[in-house]
T-cell receptor, first 115, second 117 residues
């Protein structure tokens, strides 16, 4: 069973701090990794994707990937109350066909940024 | 902007009814997906489709079927609704982007909250 696991949360950080969200996955064949943000009552929206080992930065967000450890993380610098949401880690697992791939979502980590 | 629409935001049905959930995307995406989202369980894939008339089972297909007669439309069907199918249903679509198609984004619809009584 291919699985994606995340911190159970909820995670609370003070405004201005760094929020660290973690995700592990079980399938070594996984190729691409995504972080989605989901506000309460809304649909998920993509905030970052990464497919190479190392760090990828986009504004206040940094995604980190370590394929050897099967670990991907999301760092949010200078956290703002507007960052309060559930963060979903998603992993793309190719299943041998060229035209589509399966994405497995983790259960999500709830982040609360305290003003 | 990509737009994925779902036919209803809220739906209340009775046990045993046949339920249709419709999803339409306007970006000519090849791939479309149906998920359900439940507290503590995250997003679970029910079915997906990578082309017209093509479908593949996801992780929890039991009690559901799908139809994709046109590229832009993907329907989820609950043949005989049961109370354990009360959930938030999310439709998504995607295409390939990035190098070699190794990454892509899924665009989600607003969701349909289905209650089966």
């Amino acid at each position: 069973q291919k699985e994606v696991e995340q911190n159970s949360g909820p995670l609370s950080v003070p405004e201005g701090a760094i929020a660290s969200l973690n995700c592990t996955y079980s399938d070594r064949g996984s190729q691409s990794f995504f972080w989605y943000r989901q506000y309460s009552g809304k649909s998920p929206e993509l905030i970052m994707f990464i497919y190479s080992n190392g760090d990828k930065e986009d504004g206040r967000f940094t995604a980190q990937l370590n394929k050897a450890s099967q670990y991907v993380s999301l760092l949010i610098r200078d956290s703002q109350p507007s960052d309060s949401a559930t963060y979903l880690c998603a992993v793309k697992v190719g299943i041998g066909k060229t035209s589509y791939d399966k994405v497995i979502f983790g259960p999500g980590t709830s982040l609360s940024v305290i003003p | 902007d990509v737009k994925v629409t779902q036919s209803s935001r809220y739906l209340v049905k009775r046990t045993g009814e046949k339920v249709f959930l419709e999803c339409v995307q306007d970006m000519d995406h090849e791939n479309m997906f149906w998920y359900r989202q439940d507290p503590g369980l995250g997003l679970r894939l029910i079915y997906f489709s990578y082309d017209v008339k093509m479908k593949e089972k996801g992780d929890i297909p039991e009690g559901y079927s799908v139809s994709r007669e046109k590229k832009e439309r993907f329907s989820l069907i609950l043949e005989s609704a049961s109370t354990n199918q009360t959930s938030m249903y999310l439709c998504a679509s995607s295409f390939y982007l990035g190098l070699g198609g190794i990454s892509y984004e899924q665009y989600f619809g607003p969701g349909t909250r289905l209650t089966v009584t």
